[in-house]
Nanobody
Framework: IQLVESGGGSVQTGDSLRLSCAAS????????LGWFRQAPGKEREFLAA????????TYGNSVKGRFSISRDNAEKMGYLQMNNLKPEDTATYFC????????????????WGQGIQVTVSS
């Protein structure tokens, strides 16, 4: 399975963006999905994860209440809605999938996308 992110770009503080993650195979519907980001010189940061059926979600503390994860298994798509963006949200964003929810959350997912840049200016 391959993952391709889209929807990134340059925005202003307070703006919103929705990132998309397109999966190449229908097996996507059986995988947990997550989003991470990494800024230059910083460690990779967990943002959000959603179970294969969409019933369970969890978020990193820095984005809780601002970001929302969702998925459409019929379309083989995952999403990350990002609201009230701040300059500290500037980073490369990655979507990931794994057969195990826990592996997604701890950053050990089997499959990663190539990443997409989000830049937030003040």
């Amino acid at each position: 399975i391959q993952l391709v992110e889209s929807g990134g770009g340059s925005v202003q503080t307070g703006d919103s963006l929705r990132l998309s993650c397109a999966a190449s195979e229908r097996t996507f519907s059986s995988y947990a999905l997550g989003w991470f980001r990494q800024a230059p010189g910083k460690e990779r940061e967990f943002l959000a994860a959603i179970s294969w059926d969409g019933e369970s979600t969890t978020y990193g503390n820095s984005v809780k209440g601002r970001f929302s994860i969702s998925r459409d298994n019929a379309e083989k798509m995952g999403y990350l809605q990002m609201n009230n963006l701040k300059p500290e949200d500037t980073a490369t964003y990655f979507c990931v999938v794994d057969g195990t929810f826990h592996m997604v959350v701890i950053g050990s997912a089997a499959v990663w996308g190539q990443g997409i840049q989000v830049t937030v200016s003040s």
